[in-house]
Nanobody, 119 residues
Framework: QVTPVESGGGLVQAGGSLRLSCAAS????????VGWYRQAPGKQRELVAG???????NYADSVKGRFTISRDNAKNTVYLQMNSLKPEDTAVYSC?????????????WGQGTQVTVSS
């Protein structure tokens, strides 16, 4: 069992920055990829950014050039640096950790952290 814990959310004005952290703990064997997702009220959850164990990253078009995902393998932590925030970035941000074991792939979700961007 892996438990991801998000932190770093809060209230910020448009144009501001926040850095989210996703720290994984528990029975960590081999984390293959981590993704940051967000869900705004009345909308479907969407992938914001992802990073593989090899460091390959991908981003939603809406955040390219503004958000940066990175990882610290020694700390089992993934970060999401969010710059130039817009009101439409307001959502609950959750991280999804995918672990590879001899039983296959298992995904774990954190509880989420609220990000609110005021105009």
């Amino acid at each position: 069992q892996v438990t991801p814990v998000e932190s770093g959310g809060g209230l910020v004005q448009a144009g501001g920055s926040l850095r989210l952290s996703c720290a994984a703990s528990g029975s960590i064997v081999s984390i293959s990829q981590v993704g940051w997702y967000r869900q705004a009220p009345g909308k479907q959850r969407e992938l914001v950014a992802g990073i593989t164990s090899g460091g390959r990253t991908n981003y939603a078009d809406s955040v390219k050039g503004r958000f940066t995902i990175s990882r610290d393998n020694a700390k089992n932590t993934v970060y999401l640096q969010m710059n130039s925030l817009k009101p439409e970035d307001t959502a609950v941000y959750s991280c999804n950790v995918v672990q590879t074991t001899n039983l296959g792939l298992t995904a774990y979700w954190g509880q989420g952290t609220q990000v609110t961007v005021s105009s």
